[in-house]
């Protein structure tokens, strides 16, 4: 009931009226999974779990295509993955807080790339419109530019974006502006769980708006503890929310917070969100281990 009531200033709706048309996963097929990106052209999901081979891969209909990146020590093995994104040119890069590095595979499972250097804790990342990745790490409090040649598998540049956040996790891209949006998870205080700030910086990374859970709080009707984001083909900013198990449209940029429900049942322990290229909306529930694929 209390996601019912709205908030915030008067703007345009988000897109309602979302209905779930596909759960993919479920415990076995899928375990603890972290993250979950969808490929541009072909609308292949790619899944990272904590399963004997990490990354999954599923077609649009909901069938396994694949399944690849082995647990081990190896070299293009992959320990603990965090996060997953899809380049526009089909490598999927994975995020492995097990030796804090960036891997990148093509569709087939074969490593391409492992980027080791500089890193403390790479944790949430999000490919751009040229095959980009930014990432945050979270144990140093900084956001990077990774730009690759992944089809010879060559490194070009790593460059730091942005300092001093605060334990960064998730982020995203907006595919249009070059906005980015990036969720911080701030430092406990006395008994409470800790909170998160939503911190959008524009293309050229200077910082458009932030919120935290208390700011937010003072506008919604329910407390945001928001675990991943996401930018919509409008450019707004789709968060999350595991206190209240559903997703929330935050707004664009420029009209940030508004508060506006897209999915409000159905949702367990919801950890990572995407768009297809088809608008459908992708949620990664950790809760039952699942995809969940909503359209309108």
């Given at each position: 009931s209390a996601l019912g009531r709205s908030g915030g200033g008067a703007a345009a709706p988000a897109p309602a009226g979302l209905g779930l048309r596909l759960c993919l996963g479920g415990w076995g097929s899928l375990v603890n999974p972290t993250g979950v990106a969808a490929c541009p052209g072909s609308g292949r999901l790619a899944v990272a779990h904590d399963g004997k081979k990490r990354i999954h891969v599923f077609g649009p209909s909901g069938f396994c295509l694949r399944r690849f990146g082995e647990r081990g020590d190896a070299g293009s093995d992959i320990k603990y993955p965090l996060d997953v994104t899809v380049t526009s040119d089909g490598h999927v890069v994975?995020?492995?807080?097990?030796?804090?590095?960036?891997?990148?595979?093509?569709?087939?499972?074969?490593?391409?790339?492992?980027?080791?250097?500089?890193?403390?804790?790479?944790?949430?990342?999000?490919?751009?419109?040229?095959?980009?990745?930014?990432?945050?790490?979270?144990?140093?409090?900084?956001?990077?530019?990774?730009?690759?040649?992944?089809?010879?598998?060559?490194?070009?540049?790593?460059?730091?974006?942005?300092?001093?956040?605060?334990?960064?996790?998730?982020?995203?891209?907006?595919?249009?502006?070059?906005?980015?949006?990036?969720?911080?998870?701030?430092?406990?205080?006395?008994?409470s769980k800790g909170s998160t700030r939503v911190k959008i910086f524009s293309a050229e990374m200077d910082l458009i708006s932030q919120m935290d859970s208390f700011g937010l709080n003072l506008v919604f009707p329910s407390r945001i503890?928001?675990?991943?984001?996401?930018?919509?083909?409008?450019?707004?900013?789709?968060?999350?929310?595991?206190?209240?198990?559903?997703?929330?449209?935050?707004?664009?940029?420029?009209?940030?917070?508004?508060?506006?429900?897209?999915?409000?049942?159905?949702?367990?322990?919801?950890?990572?969100?995407?768009?297809?290229?088809n608008d459908s909306l992708v949620v990664l529930d950790s809760g039952d281990h699942s995809i969940k694929v909503y359209s309108s």
């Open positions: 994975v995020t492995d807080g097990g030796d804090c590095s960036v891997k990148a595979f093509d569709f087939e499972g074969r490593g391409v790339l492992a980027v080791r250097e500089g890193f403390c804790l790479p944790w949430g990342l999000d490919a751009t419109p040229e095959s980009e990745v930014i990432l945050t790490d979270s144990e140093a409090g900084a956001l990077y530019r990774l730009t690759a040649d992944f089809q010879r598998g060559e490194l070009k540049k790593c460059q730091m974006i942005r300092s001093r956040l605060v334990s960064p996790r998730a982020v995203a891209v907006c595919q249009t502006s070059g906005a980015v949006v990036v969720i911080e998870h701030l430092k406990a205080r006395g008994p503890y928001a675990t991943a984001v996401a930018f919509d083909k409008e450019g707004r900013v789709i968060v999350t929310d595991i206190c209240s198990q559903a997703v929330i449209c935050l707004g664009k940029p420029e009209e940030f917070p508004i508060f506006n429900p897209l999915i409000s049942h159905g949702l367990s322990y919801p950890v990572g969100l995407t768009y297809m290229a």
